[in-house]
């Protein structure tokens, strides 16, 4: 039987990726106490970099919120990780960290970041509603147009 979260997932029609192996020397998600750090997740889909480029240059607003919420749901293949494969553990999201690679001049990175907060808050309900820096940055890993780190409290 699949849990709620799954079910939701199901109804919005995305399905989770398998979670993306680092590429440093770092580990993808740290469980602490009741609480799951994981590091930030890149606009991936199938083994390969989106949305490369620079919002407000290559990219329009809601093309770079496309990408803040691809790394939403490649935050949730990790965080899926974290928690054993059940999703109805998250009790919170409790904080998101938003880097947008930005065009000089560009000033919108909340508006960027509402492309992963809108889909956590669409997934979990009040739980998804969180904590957030939205910051605006000269560049990012292989050039993509943003990257997404998160914290949630688990069961």
Do not use: W
């Not at 496309?66 to 054993?84: E, F, T, V």
């Not at 956590?120 to 990012?140: C, I, S, T």
């Amino acid at each position: 039987m699949q849990g709620a979260i799954e079910n939701k997932l199901k109804s919005m029609n995305i399905e989770l990726p398998q979670p993306v192996t680092p590429v440093a020397n770092y580990v993808p998600y740290v469980i602490t106490g009741h609480l799951v750090f994981i590091s930030g997740q890149l606009p991936v889909k199938d083994g390969k970099p989106q949305h490369i480029g620079k919002a407000g240059k290559e990219f329009t607003i809601e093309q770079a919120q496309a990408s803040a919420r691809l790394c939403g749901i490649n935050l949730l293949s990790q965080l899926r990780a974290a928690c054993g494969g059940n999703l109805d553990r998250v009790k919170k999201c409790v904080r998101l960290g938003i880097f947008v690679n930005s065009a000089a001049g560009f000033t919108d990175q909340p508006k960027v970041a509402n492309g992963v907060s809108d889909l956590m808050v669409e997934l979990f309900g009040e739980a998804g509603k969180h904590a957030r820096a939205a910051v605006g940055v000269n560049e990012l890993p292989f050039g993509v147009a943003v990257e997404v780190d998160g914290v949630f409290e688990i069961t």
